[in-house]
């Protein structure tokens, strides 16, 4: 096995962040279609009104976070000798990842459990944790490698 340029890490790592927006999205829009359809997504919450706003922003941040992170690793490819692949932001790369691997387990876990769960659904969460998964390999790598 040939080792990988230096500059093929951070690539790799920026297109798996790429490949779980992605899907992420797709989740959320597929999540939505039965609007289309005439049938509600309507899901029995216990948030007051008054706290939505900071519900919608804290989904804000966690979809931005993974586009500042895809890009600071396509940064580190482009200039692999610069701030962004230094050890503190490869290691931010891994703990980010890491977060966001757990957040996606227990997402697919409730899912799994929900008994009126779409199956589609589950499998694009089982999606997200296998890129997650690869996303902590790949970062380790980089961080430690």
């Known amino acids: 096995m040939t080792a990988m340029p230096a500059s093929g890490a951070p690539l790799w790592i920026g297109a798996l962040w790429a490949a779980w927006l992605i899907v992420m999205l797709f989740h959320v829009e597929l999540g939505l279609m039965p609007l289309f359809h005439g049938q ?4 029995k919450s216990e ?5 939505l706003p900071r519900l919608f922003m804290a989904m804000l941040l966690y979809l931005m976070v ?13 200039e692999p000798l610069n701030w962004s692949a230094r050890p503190i932001w490869r ?9 966001y691997s757990v957040t ?3 997402h697919l876990v409730a899912d799994i459990r929900l008994p009126d769960a779409r199956r589609d659904q589950i499998v694009l969460m089982l999606a997200l944790t296998l ?6 390999g790949a970062t380790w790598v980089w961080w430690r490698g």
């Not at 993974?66 to 482009?78: G, N, Q, S, Y």
Request: charged share 5%; glycine share 4%.
């Open 40 to 43: 509600s997504v309507e899901i």
């Open 47 to 51: 948030v007051p009104l008054a706290r």
């Open 66 to 78: 993974p586009v500042l992170a895809m890009l600071l690793a396509f940064h580190a490819a482009a």
């Open 91 to 99: 290691a931010s790369q891994w703990w980010l990842s890491l977060g």
């Open 104 to 106: 996606n387990v227990i």
């Open 131 to 136: 890129i997650g998964l690869l996303l902590n």
